[in-house]
Every structure is written in C-alpha cells, then in structure tokens.
C-alpha cells in the first residue's frame, strides 16, 4: 500500500497531531505535522509503549527528565518507556514518522558481533549515537501537566505541583 502522508496537513503539537496509520497489538506506526512545539507546561509520557521517532522534516529538540536531545532532518530519536518529554520546534514545522513498540527498540542483533557492537555493515556508526545533554535541575512550582498514556492508548492527565525535570543526574 501507499500511504500518502504528504496528503496529512501541518496542525497542532507534535501529541495531538499524531495520526495513527497502521497497528496491531504490539505496534503502532503513525505520523505527526505538528506546527508547533509542545505547550509550556505540558508533557508526555508513554506509558504502555517504547518509541522511535524518525524526523522526515524539521529540527528542534526533545526536553527529558534525562537532558535534551537535539534533531533535525535524517535524525531517529529513540524513547524508552516512561520517559517524560516535551518537544521544541526550531522550524516552523515538523514531520515525524511515529514507532510505538511493546518490544524495546534495539539493534538487530544481525548488526552486532558477539560483544555487543556494530558490525561494519551495520546501517548505523556507533560514533553517531548521540545521548541526551544533562541539563541544571528545573527547580519551580507551579502547574505542570503530564499526559499519560497507558491501557490500550488511554491518556490521563496528572498534574504536578513542580517541574517534572526536578532531579539533579542520571546513570547510564
């Protein structure tokens, strides 16, 4: 099939213009033209599924508990399960093809010798990978909302009285 996503028009945040194209039980593929960056004090968390974003269009950044990583076109963002985020947008729009597994999102195992690492035929050089940029702890009360999706791809809101990005460091 052809799916023509170019068709989808650019509207919204990158959560609410998220466009489920094919699923399945253990998978959903979607895209999202957002034309705008997350609100200010809203964010997400899935809480059922592992996610990879691939950027087709656009750059920006996506704000973690676990620092910011930057994206532009080309670029796959991977997102563990229960990672809260926000995205940025430097462009004024983006677009985005959505991976949403049950399954962590790894290498194939194809692509790695017995110690772990990327083969030289792998389509991706180690020296790439790129992790999140630590960022000063957001020490700040207020209102802040976390969409939560979770059961079957219900979202429900929490909201926090503090930054959800309170923490001083990770390990990893």
Do not use: C
């Not at 023509?4 to 593929?29: E, I, K, M, Q, S």
């Not at 792998?122 to 909302?145: M, Q, Y």
């Not at 969409?147 to 990770?170: M, Y």
Request: charge should be neutral.
């Amino acid at each position: 099939y052809h799916i023509r996503t170019w068709r989808v028009p650019f509207a919204g945040d990158p959560l609410r213009a998220r466009l489920p194209l094919v699923y399945g039980p253990n998978t959903v593929l979607s895209v999202a033209k957002p034309s705008a960056g997350s609100p200010e004090r809203e964010f997400f968390r899935n809480g059922e599924k592992h996610e990879l974003y691939y950027v087709q269009e656009g750059s920006g950044a996506f704000h973690t508990e676990y620092g910011e990583v930057a994206f532009r076109q080309g670029h796959y963002v991977v997102l563990p399960k229960g990672v809260t985020y926000r995205v940025s947008l430097a462009s004024k729009t983006a677009w985005f093809l959505i991976l949403e597994s049950n399954s962590l999102i790894e290498f194939p195992p194809h692509y790695l010798n017995h110690a772990g690492q990327a083969k030289l035929m792998a389509p991706i050089i180690e020296t790439e990978i790129e992790l999140p940029k630590l960022r000063a702890a957001v020490d700040r009360r207020g209102e802040f909302e976390i969409l939560v999706k979770h059961g079957g791809g219900a979202i429900t809101r929490l909201t926090l009285g503090h930054h959800p990005f309170d923490l001083t460091g990770w390990e990893g």
